[in-house]
């Protein structure tokens, strides 16, 4: 019954920005590492950005470091991942995953092996 649920995507130009959310239910998450991933057809899945919700670490592929923010707003049991200055290269479905063990921290990230609960994705796609 646990699940995480996606939205927020859309097409955008290069420089703007967008907002995802990922509400999770089933459980609070509350140490637990969490993560944005995403994946373009014909190319591996890429992991984007990790949270250990239980201490505010967070961890960024090099490509998206100053330009996305991934938080939890714990109250609402939601993931947000902040993409500003979007770029054609960020075209993807991005999906949201969480690992179900708690204070496992997300020293493994970007490998995916614990990362066993996962959305069903939303598109975003940045036009030049």
């Known amino acids: 019954q646990v699940q995480l649920v996606e939205s927020g995507g859309g097409s955008v130009q290069a420089g703007k920005s967008l907002r995802l959310s990922c509400a999770a239910s089933g459980s609070t998450f509350s140490n637990n590492c969490m993560a944005w991933f995403r994946q373009t057809p014909g190319k591996e899945r890429e992991g984007v950005a990790a949270?250990?919700?239980?201490?505010?670490?967070?961890y960024y592929v090099d490509s998206v470091k100053g330009r996305f923010t991934i938080s939890k707003d714990n109250a609402k049991n939601t993931l947000y991942l902040q993409m500003n200055n979007l770029k054609p290269e960020d075209t993807a479905k991005y999906y949201c995953a969480a690992d179900a063990r708690p204070f496992w921290g997300c020293t493994d990230f970007p490998h995916t092996l614990n990362l066993n609960i996962w959305g069903q994705g939303t598109q975003v796609t940045v036009s030049s």
């Open positions: 949270i250990y919700t239980g201490g505010d670490m967070t």
